[in-house]
């Protein structure tokens, strides 16, 4: 059975060819384009993605006019539903800004533009998204934002932790993210925000394969069912 993926793409959106390559090269379908002016999303859905970039050119909040695009309604009906929904870097802002994941992603504070290839940790590997890894498995993976800065308030914080749904930490103290959070899940599991950029790592060519698995584990799992 055909993997059937959706990589949405915002005004500003640069990461979008990225990630339908990446989910071409992984799965041997090219996914289906969605813009985020369109009504509704394509029937039966395995894999909806949001890929990075400046939506609306981080007007506002980043993220935030995004969110309000018309695609987002039926993506959070989807992801109701228990389809995966990956958004990552401005996809994540996206997610946050949307009310699928808590939080909200804040200016670096360093004040400046983050752009190379990070350590980071598997802290659950009981996702869709992240089986393919081990737990506590140390990966490489690059990251670009301005705006990664991760920030919840301490409740929310223990309570993402305490329900493991912090997925990917970074080893390092990056951008001021609270308890160096890289990525989240929601409470159901099947929608994961992250800012490092998994697309970008799926070939030695590229530098890396560390994020080749991540695909590789929701398509094998989405297949599977």
Not at 11 to 21: E, I, K, L, T, Y
Not at 117 to 136: H, P, Q
Request: glycine residues 12%; hydrophobic residues 40%.
């Amino acid at each position: 059975m055909a993997f059937r993926a959706a990589v949405v793409t915002f005004p500003g959106s640069n990461c979008d060819r990225d990630m339908a390559v990446a989910i071409e090269q992984i799965s041997g379908t090219a996914p289906i384009r969605v813009w985020h002016g369109d009504p509704t999303l394509p029937d039966n859905l395995d894999f909806i993605a949001l890929p990075g970039g400046f939506s609306y050119g981080d007007y506002l909040r980043s993220g935030a006019m995004a969110a309000n695009s018309p695609i987002m309604q039926s993506i959070i009906e989807a992801a109701g539903k228990g389809v995966p929904v990956l958004g990552v870097c401005n996809g994540f802002q996206v997610l946050t800004e949307s009310g699928l994941l808590p939080g909200a992603l804040m200016r670096n504070a360093s004040q400046n533009f983050i752009c190379r290839t990070v350590s980071l940790r598997i802290e659950n590997n009981a996702t869709v998204f992240t089986k393919a890894y081990g737990k506590d498995e140390e990966i490489r993976v690059p990251v670009a934002h301005h705006d990664g800065n991760y920030f919840a308030d301490e409740a929310t914080l223990d309570r993402l932790e305490g329900d493991g749904r912090v997925a990917v930490r970074y080893l390092e103290k990056l951008n001021g993210s609270r308890r160096d959070i890289a990525g989240i899940v929601n409470q159901a599991g099947n929608v994961l925000g992250m800012m490092p950029h998994p697309e970008r790592a799926i070939s030695a060519e590229l530098g890396g394969e560390d994020g080749s698995r991540l695909f590789e584990g929701v398509i094998a799992g989405m297949i599977a069912a």
